[in-house]
């Protein structure tokens, strides 16, 4: 499975973010929308994502540990050419949990995805994804995600700990990562 270290936090000042991260990436950045269908599965978390784009749609697979801080996700995807086919057969083989939709601004800087998502129905957010390679460690992944929060002004006590799914729907209980 790849793996990367993720970060989340409430985008209190989602201008003075996008002017900030804009400063730190070499490129224009990537504009999507996005829509996440949310499945219900024993373990982790699965997400059958669609581009308004025409980017081609994915399925993705994810474990990771729902608390705040930087935290390792190990993660599995998988193109998929029929999405509404893919939707039809997931729901009706699993209960689908929650639908995000959100627009996502993506800055790349070196190993770093820096998003700034507009969540409909939750609000503003940043997320860091620090990509490691198979023999990175995840302490230099954790170090790296603390210290751009830190030059993009993320104060600790914005830090998300799930997913939006469970945002979405607090009545759920947030699945802990096997």
């Known amino acids: 499975m ?32 996005q829509q996440d269908f949310f499945y219900d599965v024993p373990r ?23 608390r705040d801080g930087p935290k390792a996700s190990y993660y599995t995807r998988s193109p998929v050419t029929n999405p509404e086919a893919m939707h039809a057969l997931l729901a009706t083989a699993l209960t689908t949990r929650g639908i995000v939709t959100k627009e996502r601004h993506v800055y790349l800087t070196g190993r770093t995805r820096i998003h700034l998502d507009r969540v409909d129905g939750l609000g503003d957010f940043i997320e860091l994804e620090v990509l490691l390679a198979q023999d990175d460690d995840e302490e230099g992944g954790h170090a790296e995600a603390h210290a751009m929060f830190q030059t993009l002004g993320v104060p600790e006590s914005d830090l998300v700990a799930v997913a939006y799914v469970d945002l979405l729907s607090p009545e759920s209980e947030p699945k802990q990562a096997a």
């Open 2 to 33: 790849a793996r990367n270290i993720e970060i989340k936090a409430r985008a209190q000042h989602f201008e003075q973010l996008r002017e900030r991260a804009a400063k730190l990436a070499p490129d224009a950045p990537l504009i999507f929308r």
């Open 44 to 66: 982790g978390r699965l997400k059958l994502r669609q581009f308004d784009d025409g980017t081609p749609a994915e399925l993705i697979f994810y474990q990771r540990d729902d």
